[in-house]
């Protein structure tokens, strides 16, 4: 029986999931489908959106080459997908020309095909369709919503000599980089409209999970969206929530159970089955238990981390936390 999963995020979080998926499908028969953020404004992506419109690429990017398939020439795809160009040197000499400036500069070549399919369909789920069958893709990837968004929060000492402050910070980029207290998040516009394949799939769904990744940059801004809102609490799906092995700049100042917290305060109706958390990680387990059980959820805990002591997730050891998780009562 085909056990059919949407996995929320954003960046490097996301695709540490969709990989241990991955590695779940076979012996579970999942369906993965992957539903983005699209809020970044930095790097290249943010360099499309201010230059070309729609939707910014790079998260997007990353959950397809997450899900590409085995075979030697979808890797060879995943790979180009995932190669960045550099500078070009300066020429050297007297007679050398002065730098006109590369536009290519920082690009990675999977952002422009991105780019350029939607360009090109002029509709982001057939390009990302499109390009998920270039890459062989074990899955689907889809936008939270079919437009960019915009993130801002009202943090709390975003300056640090002027500690009680609260001011407002706009930017995917700037939120994740802030080491204030956010006390607040929102979205422009502040309902933006769901993607509809989306909402489809929650309401079909056998397990949603959340995380893990960036908090207040790329799993809280989905309960933001409404009409994504109200599909996660009306779905019989189980939901499951993955907690991140250390805090990011932007959650510096919220514990492992603030976490949880936050996911209550920003959707209230929100129910939860399991958290799957690393024991190391977590540290004292039981203000961690309580923050689940206020959601519904019992804590799992499981060593999910690379090998080194590294703060990321192992996608062979967290796919083998996820199985048993994801295949009782099947």
């Known amino acids: ?9 954003g960046g490097h979080g996301l695709s540490a999931s969709l990989r241990a998926l991955r590695r779940c499908a076979p012996e579970l028969d999942l369906d993965i489908t992957a539903v983005v953020t699209v809020g970044d404004d930095g790097g290249s992506s943010g360099r499309l959106r201010a230059e070309r419109g ?3 690429p790079g998260d997007l990017r990353q959950a397809l080459v997450a899900l590409a398939g085995d075979h030697p020439a979808t890797r060879r795809s995943a ?14 000499g007297p007679d050398a020309p002065a730098p006109t400036g590369d536009g290519l ?10 780019c350029g399919l939607m360009e090109l369909l002029g509709d982001p789920v057939a390009a990302l369709e499109h390009a998920g069958a270039m890459l062989g893709a074990v899955g689907r990837v889809l936008p939270m919503s079919c437009e960019p968004v915009g993130i801002e929060a009202r943090v709390r000492g975003a300056d640090p000599d002027r500690p009680d402050e609260v001011r407002t910070i706009s930017g995917q980029h700037q939120v994740a980089i802030t080491t204030g207290r956010v006390e607040s998040l929102r979205l422009t516009p502040a309902a933006p409209e769901a993607c509809p394949e989306a909402v489809e799939a929650i309401g079909v769904a056998d397990w949603l999970i959340f995380g893990p990744g960036s908090w207040y940059t790329s799993v809280l801004p989905h309960l ?19 907690l991140n092995l250390a805090a990011e700049k932007e959650t510096l100042r919220l514990s ?3 976490h949880l917290a936050a996911l209550r305060w920003y959707l209230p109706e929100l129910k939860v089955d399991h958290v799957l ?13 309580r923050a689940a059980e206020s959601l519904g959820a019992r804590l799992v805990l499981a060593p999910v981390a690379v090998p080194d002591g590294a703060p990321r997730h192992d996608p062979a050891a967290l796919g083998a936390a996820l199985v048993p998780v994801l295949g009782a009562d099947r």
């Open 1 to 9: 029986m085909t056990t059919r999963v949407v996995a929320f995020g």
């Open 54 to 56: 729609g939707l910014p």
């Open 79 to 92: 790979g180009l997908f995932q190669h960045r160009f550099a500078e070009v040197p300066a020429a050297d």
């Open 105 to 114: 500069a920082g690009h990675a070549v999977g952002n422009l095909v991105l």
């Open 224 to 242: 933001l969206v409404p009409r994504l809102a109200n599909a996660i609490v009306s779905s019989p799906a189980r939901r499951l929530v993955t």
């Open 256 to 258: 492992v159970a603030d």
């Open 277 to 289: 958390a690393d024991a190391k990680a977590v540290g004292d387990p039981e203000p961690v238990e």
